[in-house]
């Protein structure tokens, strides 16, 4: 099984991946793969409203996006990392994220149904919990159960040495890593065992227009 753990930051190897980091190493731990997925530093366009992905599958801006979904249909589980912007998600892995999210919608690619994910932040100080419920909620409209920790998910710090020294943070991402791992475990033998998934309804679609 394999976790992808996807570095939202615009440093590849900061304090986001520091606290991915231990993470992975948790993750390996406990028998359970994992990747870290850098978005990089490449502009990455906003969603565009354009619907393209719901003919194609792709996102039309061919960038880090569908690279990124043609990973995660393989993946089991998931990690977004960002560290605080002005109290919200970076706009880089805002951006990345309404791609993705839009085009496994539209474009029917399957990616996240019923993964197991979390969010990790990052922040000299504040805007941490803001941001965190910012990212779950890419997560709860897309039927993934969260996977939670002690604390909430946050490591602080400017450069990688001072997350280092947050153990309380670097704690928080051991534990989330256990409960990840021990959430697949239970998945794979719940499905191994016959437990089906749920019976899917047809969208209903309403805009809140009434006649
Ligand atoms: C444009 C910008 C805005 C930031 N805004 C905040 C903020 O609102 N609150 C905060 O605590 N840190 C803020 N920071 C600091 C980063 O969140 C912090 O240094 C983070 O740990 C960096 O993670 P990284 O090394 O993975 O990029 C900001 C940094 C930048 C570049």
Redesign the pocket.
Known sequence: MKVLLVNG???EK????TALTEVAETLKEEGIDSEIYWIGIKPLAGCTACKSCAKTGKCAFNDKVNEFLDIAIEADGFIFGS?????AATGAITSFMDCAFYTNGLGGRNAFYLKPAAAII??????TTATLDQLNKYFTISQMPIISSRYWNMVH??Q?EDVKKDFEGLQTMRVLARNMAWFLKCKEAGMKAGVQLPVKEDMIFTNFIRD
Do not use: L
Request: with cysteine.
């Open positions: 930051s615009p440093h900061g304090c986001t991946y560290p605080v912007h002005y109290a990052s922040a000299r100080r504040a805007g710090g400017a990688p």
